[in-house]
Nanobody
Framework: QVQLVESGGGLVQPGGSLRLSCAASGSSFSINGMGWYRQAPGKQRELVATMSGGDGTKYADSVKGRFTISRDYAKNTVFLQMNSLKPEDTAVYYC?????????????????WGQGTQVTVSS
């Protein structure tokens, strides 16, 4: 079992900054890509930013130039630096990882999700 735990969410004012962290733990697994998704009340969950195992990055158009994703491969951790925050960034932010594991002798790939951390941007 691979567990992802997010931290760093909270309440910030518009224009402020916040840094999210997500650490994956477990045994006998490897991770390819990691990323961040978010879901606001009444809206679909959307991709925010991802980073592949080769350090390639993708960002949602709405956060380009404001958010930066990074990884610490040795610690199986992904970060999301959020600057110039806007009220519309308010959402629950979820960490995601593409996990490879041997299950009953079969090499299996699946997506693992964290429980989410609340980010609220309000004046």
């Amino acid at each position: 079992q691979v567990q992802l735990v997010e931290s760093g969410g909270g309440l910030v004012q518009p224009g402020g900054s916040l840094r999210l962290s997500c650490a994956a733990s477990g045994s006998s697994f490897s991770i390819n890509g990691m990323g961040w998704y978010r879901q606001a009340p009444g809206k679909q969950r959307e991709l925010v930013a991802t980073m592949s195992g080769g350090d390639g990055t993708k960002y949602a158009d709405s956060v380009k130039g404001r958010f930066t994703i990074s990884r610490d491969y040795a610690k199986n951790t992904v970060f999301l630096q959020m600057n110039s925050l806007k009220p519309e960034d308010t959402a629950v932010y979820y960490c995601n990882a593409d996990v490879n594991m041997a299950v009953d002798g079969i090499w299996t790939s699946f997506g693992s999700w964290g429980q989410g951390t609340q980010v609220t941007v309000s004046s």
